[in-house]
């Protein structure tokens, strides 16, 4: 049973308020094009003359509608490729590479925090960081958000076999791609930015520029690939997914993370929810989208990853979008209330949760 089928009179009153109902956004629009998932041309209008209310890069309007069969949401039509030049314009993976000297923590308890972090790394992950204490394993079983978030910044890899082979798809800052070759991995990595690509084979990364096509020639050479928050960005998800899944050996997992168009965060915070992002975010998947979209491609088994931890920083982001662009903002309260309520509703239904995280196996 879905949570949303009792919401709004599961939640308290002070978080009915600060709701957007998504009926009054959302009218019915027949037009011509296709789904980017499933192919279908029939579609609804979501969110009518979005615009780039995260960086402000871009300037123009974009429309979103939800697949009427899939239920993906995508913009349509697509942005032109001088619209997504200028929305990247802001967009710097490049202002935080990891590829440079570690900050020095001085306070005592940083100190040790970063011990008992470093002695459950050193366990789950391989990693040979000091200072450890073995500790942090007990520590870290006590306190599931501090592990968590471990777990994340590793992305649930397992420990690698001798010679494994890891590709991060859009690396960024390239601070997971660090993570990983201290665990053991033999990584490679792809990025569009110049800027970041440059540093990374500075510090004698494998990494190349452009999509994930360009690693085309390395077919069944991957026992992992990762897409943290790219397969949004992509206007042809499955033909992505799909070289991911030939990139694969036979028995290789694919990580996932993407905001998720049917969480509740969108139901509260309606075109002011962070994770729209037009129109850098060009399709916007669901759990059932997203499924089909992995089988189009070749994947079967699919594990998911409970994220209720993005919550708080996705409720924080929306209120912050919706005083920017006048639309009013809850009071701190209001808003921790809000965080609350949705990330209990997460727990009980991850289908709601503000992300999808997943691992999906090739056979
Ligand atoms: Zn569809």
């Keep these: 049973l879905s949570l949303f089928a009792v919401w709004p009179s599961a939640v308290p009153l002070v978080l009915r308020s600060g709701c957007l109902s998504m009926s009054t956004e959302k009218s019915v629009r027949e037009a011509v094009g296709s789904c980017p998932v499933c192919g279908m041309d029939s579609r609804e209008l979501l969110f009518e003359a979005l615009i780039d209310n995260v960086s402000f890069a871009a300037p123009g309007a974009w429309d979103l509608y939800s697949c009427a069969n899939c239920r993906c949401g995508y913009l349509y039509p697509m942005p032109d490729a001088r619209t997504l030049d200028l929305a990247y314009k802001n967009y710097h993976t490049h202002d935080r590479s990891s590829f440079g000297p570690e900050p020095l923590r001085r306070s005592l308890a940083a100190k040790i925090r970063r011990a008992l972090g470093n002695g459950y790394r050193n ?14 394993v007990f520590v870290t079983h006590l306190a599931p958000a501090f592990r968590h978030n471990i777990d994340l910044a590793f992305r649930h890899l397992p420990r690698p076999a001798q010679g494994a082979r890891l590709l991060d798809v859009g690396f960024g800052d390239g601070s997971f791609l660090l993570n990983a070759q201290e665990a053991g991995w033999h990584v490679a990595g792809v990025d569009t930015d110049p800027v970041v690509v440059g540093a990374a084979q500075a510090a004698g990364l494998d990494v190349r520029r452009g999509g994930i096509e360009s690693f085309f020639d390395q077919q069944g050479r991957f026992d992992v690939i990762t897409l943290s928050h790219v ?3 992509v206007p042809n998800p499955v033909e992505v997914l799909s070289t991911a899944n030939r990139l694969l050996k036979p028995g290789g997992r694919l990580w996932l993370a993407t905001p998720n168009i049917d969480s509740l965060g969108l139901r509260c915070f309606g075109r002011h929810w962070r994770g729209l992002e037009a129109p850098r975010h060009l399709v916007l998947f669901g759990i059932n989208s997203m499924r089909l979209a992995l089988a189009r491609s070749g994947f079967r088994r699919v594990r998911y990853i409970p994220r209720a931890d993005a919550t708080r920083e996705m409720v924080r982001a929306s209120n912050e979008i919706r005083r ?36 999906a196996f090739k056979d």
């Design 123 to 136: 366990w789950r992950f391989g990693t040979q960081r000091r200072p450890a204490t073995r500790l942090g």
């Design 231 to 233: 397969i949004e960005h």
């Design 324 to 359: 920017k662009v006048g639309g009013g903002q809850s009071g701190i309260m209001a808003s921790r209330a809000m965080a609350l309520g949705l990330l209990a509703a997460a727990r009980v239904s991850p289908s709601r949760a503000e992300f999808i995280n997943l691992i």
